[in-house]
């Protein structure tokens, strides 16, 4: 995409080992003309914070499955206090499930066609 497009960070929080699903937004957001920033699975908050600093996304999507360390409500506001001006489209078992603990700038999807029309 050319450098003029915007920006798309994909990650998975820590503790979180899947991909699959990322990598399939991650190739939803190429083929819509974005330019995405693929950093994958198990990805540590700092380095999240890095990237973001590094990279300015003008959108960052993650994918919540498991249940990890941190409860998901805690993990939620720190992603919305950190990322304030930056939407997040999020997806997965926990965010489907705890669809009440969403708020801010995170976005909820269940389905590509959902997160095609959030692009």
């Known amino acids: ?3 003029t497009s915007k920006k798309v960070l994909l990650f998975l929080p820590e ?4 991909e699959l699903g990322l990598l399939f937004y991650h190739y939803l957001t190429r083929k819509t003309g974005y330019r ?4 994958g699975q198990c990805l540590p908050h700092a ?4 990237g973001v600093r590094i990279h300015t996304p003008d959108l960052m999507v993650t994918c919540i499955t498991s249940t ?8 939620l506001t720190v992603l919305n206090n950190d990322f304030a001006e930056i939407p997040i489209l999020a997806s997965g078992y926990q965010i489907r499930i705890n669809r009440v603990l ?7 999807f269940a389905t590509p066609s959902e997160f095609k029309d959030l692009l």
């Not at 990890?68 to 993990?75: I, N, R």
């Not at 969403?102 to 909820?108: E, K, L, Q, S």
């Open 68 to 75: 990890t360390l941190v409860p998901l409500s805690e993990y």
């Open 47 to 50: 380095d999240l914070l890095e």
């Open 36 to 39: 995405s920033y693929y950093f």
């Open 1 to 3: 995409p050319p450098r």
């Open 102 to 108: 969403i708020t801010g700038n995170i976005r909820p």
């Open 15 to 18: 503790n979180e080992m899947h």
